[in-house]
Each structure stands twice: as structure tokens, then as C-alpha cells.
């Protein structure tokens, strides 16, 4: 069938693994060309829901990491990027994690309050947090919302570190703020660019933004002085693995101070979703993108192990790395992030709880 939903990664819903029992329209089964385009298009606007979670710090013990919390102000992404390792945790929440996970987006507006209680809670202790350690925190509801920006207000008041994490060029709306947290390095931004080619972004990860807006962005916060690292990621194989040199290049001349990569790894219905999408939008090459990847994962499409799982492992991994480290060495000598500064933050703690009690005092006269 030919019939294509734009503007969405997957084109369909596997099953919860954590259902026992659900139900699902077999296209095949209706008479029609024109019904089954119905029953796919079917209801394609976004829904948004909210959600009230009792904390909004997730500990994060992955060595792979930079960083030890993580928040998320939404669940769910409507930037719809296929590979995405985050739609398995839509399950979690009794939704699907294909089309659900890019039309069911769950909304914490209590996220900012969350954060200053914890925060401002004496067993509290600084340490690396970033926003978005598993969905998109400027996505396109946050531009209504503005449930993020009021996570920064939070940060900044309290002089806490934070790290952001985006594909959204939303994030330039909060310059102000990033601006202030960088003047005192309190923050570091991470952009994702996959690609250089807007034709393949727009069907590998169609609401995101686009490669000009992206580059843009990355030059505009680094004007404004605020740390951009990059994230070339991720490298898939006949895909975008030979834009290596080209990606670090375009970011290194947009400003960018660092930059990283990850290759692929599909995991849960990951696989079954990117299958789906390389053999409807790549045929010629899909059998060669799928033995690929499964080359660095030890034949599989996905490789859970610490400390190999986000390079990979194998000849073409190696490959991959390579070609990195002579990037960096031609584009990024000499460039490196700053180092947040975590001192800060317990003087000003301090003094703000000092201020509320003081106000708490004189309310009961």
C-alpha cells in the first residue's frame, strides 16, 4: 500500500508488551484503496494530556551518560523520529510505542513546582541535571506551554547547573535566561543534527527542526556566548555515515565548542518500526542498512551493554570512530566545553529559604 502519513515517523502502533489484550485494524482486511487510507490518516491531530507526577528528577545510573538526573516535562514526542530509543517508555504509560508515542503527548505542568521543592530540599545536593534525558523539552507544545522555560526560571533563581538537550530551534525563544545561566556556567546546550539533507530529515524525523534553522540556532547561542555541544546522532549505516565529515564541519562553522556521536541501536519495537520505515522509504538499500547495524551489535539490531552499545562494536563501528577523531582533529582542535560551576548554588539555596522563613514568620503576626 502506498498510502503515507507526513508528518509522522511510524506508520503504525505494535501492541503493548505490557498488555495482555489489544485490538488493531488489519488494513489489508478493508475493500477499498480509499478505506485504508481513511483508517491510516485516521484522527491524526495530537493529542495532549496531563499528567501529575509526584517527582520529576529521574536518577540516572547509566555509566554512557554525562550526566546523573534527568526531567522530562513531556512524555511522548511529536517530533516523531523514528530510531528513537525513548518510544518504549510510552508503553509504560498503556500506550503504543509507534504513532501513539508521536499523537499521545503526556504534559507535567507541575514540573517548575516539582523542581523547586526538590531543589530547595535540604537533602538536595548539586549535582549535573538535564532537561530532556529522555523526551524532547521544545517540542512543539512547549511553545504554549512554556512549561521548560519555567524549569530554567527555577534553575537560574537557585544557581543550579543544568544541561538541555534538543532538536528544536524553540530553544532560541530562551536566550534571556540561557544567556544569564552561561554568563555564571550554570549551562551547557546539546543540539542533535542527524543530517545535512532536509530530504531525508523530514522523513527520518519529520517535525523536528529543520537543517537550516538547526545550524542557525547552534550560531546564535554561540553569539550570545552560551556552550553548544553537538550531538551528530544517530550514524546509521548507508543511511548518513558518510555526512561524518560534513556534519562536524557545518557545526565547528556554526560555533559549536564540542561535538559527539552515537550509532544506532533499535531497541524493543524500535526495530520493528525502522524496518518498517527503511523498506517503505529506502528499498533499494534496506537489506544493507538492517545487516549493517546488525554488524555493530554482534547480529542485532540492538546491543543493551554498557560501554559498547552507544559506539558500537565491530570493523564498521570502528570505522565510524575513526572517521571521527579525524574530524574533530581538522574542525574542533583546541575547542572544549566549559566546566559547570556546582558552588554556587547552596549559598543561594541558603539564602532563599532563609528569606521564605523570615516571611513565614512575620505572616503569623
Not at 523514528?82 to 514540573?111: M, P, Q
Not at 539555596?349 to 522563613?357: D, G, P, Q, S
Request: aromatic letters at 8%; proline letters at 4%; charged letters at 25%.
Amino acid at each position: 500500500m502506498d498510502v503515507y502519513v507526513k508528518g509522522r515517523g511510524s506508520q503504525k502502533n505494535p501492541a503493548n508488551k505490557f498488555l495482555q489484550h489489544s485490538s488493531e485494524v488489519y488494513l489489508d482486511d478493508l475493500a477499498t484503496e480509499e478505506e485504508r487510507a481513511e483508517e491510516l490518516t485516521r484522527n491524526p491531530k495530537t493529542k495532549y494530556i496531563e499528567v501529575f507526577p509526584k517527582t520529576i528528577l529521574n536518577k540516572v545510573d547509566s555509566p554512557d551518560l554525562g550526566f546523573s538526573w534527568s526531567m522530562n516535562p513531556y512524555q511522548g514526542c511529536e517530533h516523531g523520529c523514528i530510531y528513537c530509543y525513548a518510544r518504549n517508555t510510552h508503553e509504560y504509560w498503556g500506550y503504543s510505542a509507534g504513532r501513539d508515542f508521536e499523537e499521545n503527548i503526556l504534559v507535567k505542568k507541575n514540573a517548575p513546582e516539582l523542581l523547586r521543592q526538590t531543589l530547595l530540599s535540604k537533602k538536595w545536593k548539586a549535582e549535573p541535571v538535564t532537561i530532556a534525558g529522555n523526551t524532547d523539552c521544545y517540542q512543539p507544545a512547549e511553545r504554549k506551554l512554556k512549561i521548560t522555560r519555567q524549569c530554567l526560571e527555577v534553575f537560574l533563581e537557585l544557581q543550579h547547573p543544568v544541561g538541555i538537550i534538543t532538536k528544536n530551534s524553540l530553544i532560541e525563544r530562551d536566550t534571556d535566561l540561557l544567556k544569564q545561566l552561561a554568563e555564571k556556567n550554570l549551562t551547557v546546550v546539546v543540539l542533535s543534527l542527524t543530517t545535512l539533507n532536509q530530504a531525508l530529515k523530514s522523513v527520518m524525523e519529520p517535525r523536528t527542526s529543520s537543517v537550516k534553522n538547526i545550524l542557525q540556532t547552534i550560531n546564535r547561542l554561540s553569539s550570545a556566548g552560551i556552550p553548544v555541544h553537538v550531538n551528530t546522532a544517530p550514524i546509521i549505516p548507508a543511511i548518513n555515515d558518510e555526512e561524518i565529515f560534513d556534519l562536524v564541519k557545518a557545526v565547528a562553522d556554526a560555533g559549536a565548542v564540542s561535538v559527539a556521536y552515537i550509532v544506532v541501536r533499535l531497541n524493543g519495537h524500535n526495530g520493528l518500526l525502522f524496518e518498517g520505515w527503511v523498506r517503505k522509504n529506502f528499498p533499494d538499500r534496506a537489506n544493507k542498512v538492517l545487516n549493517q547495524i546488525k554488524t555493530m551489535h554482534g547480529g542485532n539490531l540492538n546491543d543493551s551493554q554498557y560501554g559498547r552499545r552507544m559506539k558500537g562494536d565491530g570493523n564498521f563501528a570502528e570505522l565510524i570512530k575513526q572517521q571521527y577523531l579525524l574530524a574533530k582533529l581538522k574542525f574542533m582542535s583546541g575547542r572544549k566545553l566549559p566546566a559547570l560551576d556546582y558552588g554556587l548554588f547552596e549559598e543561594r539555596r541558603t539564602a532563599i529559604l532563609h528569606k521564605e522563613n523570615l516571611k513565614g514568620q512575620m505572616e503569623l503576626f
